[in-house]
């Protein structure tokens, strides 16, 4: 089993729809979550970034992390056909571990307008 | 201020021939890494270096060497390439717990 599980999608929703995008994962010393966005044909570039629990808020992007469930979501609302893209997941423990990210797979989604 | 830069952006080996991809950084990090992006695969860590002269093997360093020059530029090499590297490479630039990546190099090898 993976440490970090990210369902690959592909995603596909309306204009203005609320996206939904999720993690799960393994390890409990997990401290530091992040959401990455890749478009195609370029480099990942860091969304979000929450420390341990709880939600945080970026205009129309809202990350959340439920440690108890080891589950960690990224909602878009209002999507626009801008936020098609690749999701990708990454967290890390506290100390140790070099501070290297546990990469998700990727979420693949695309906006229609 | 570039950010992360990485030279080429696309190159075609033969199998066997050598290269270095090379990147650079002016963020001032002291930390950079390398990754290789395949499908299906996800972002795999090849080498780390924390610190200006310092490097380490991440997950996938079979077939890699790595040269930290100096704070700004960290390069990866291949001797010897193989079909099984082909993919896209990235390099990332980290400050705490965030990465900063390039644009990415585009790598086939025949």
């Known amino acids: 089993q993976k440490e970090v599980e990210q369902d690959p999608g592909p995603l596909s929703v309306p204009e203005g729809a609320i996206v939904s995008l999720n993690c799960t994962y393994s390890?409990?010393?997990?401290?530091?979550f992040m959401w990455y966005r890749q478009y195609s044909r370029k480099g990942p570039e860091l969304l979000m970034y929450?420390?341990s629990s709880g939600n945080k808020e970026d205009g129309r992007f809202t990350a959340q992390v439920d440690k108890s469930s080891k589950y960690i979501s990224l909602f878009i609302r209002d999507s626009q056909p801008s936020d098609s893209a690749t999701y990708l997941c990454a967290m890390s423990p506290l100390s140790g571990n070099n501070r290297k990210l546990i990469w998700g797979l990727g979420t693949s989604l695309a906006v229609n307008p | 201020n570039a950010g992360v830069t990485q030279t080429p952006k696309f190159q075609v080996l033969k199998t066997g021939q050598s290269m270095t991809l090379q990147c650079a950084q002016d963020m001032n990090h002291n930390s950079m890494y390398w990754y290789r992006q395949d499908p299906g695969m996800g972002l795999r860590l090849i080498y780390y270096?924390?610190?200006?002269?310092?490097?380490d093997k991440g997950e996938v360093p079979n077939g890699y060497n790595v040269s930290r020059l100096n704070k700004r530029e960290f390069s990866l090499r291949l001797e010897s390439a193989a079909p099984s590297q082909t993919s896209v490479y990235f390099c990332?630039?980290?400050?705490?717990?965030?990465?900063?990546f390039g644009p990415g190099t585009r790598l086939t090898v025949t």
């Open positions: 270096s924390a610190s200006e002269g310092t490097t």
């Open positions: 929450t420390y």
């Open positions: 990332a630039s980290i400050f705490n717990y965030e990465q900063y």
């Open positions: 390890n409990s010393a997990f401290q530091y």
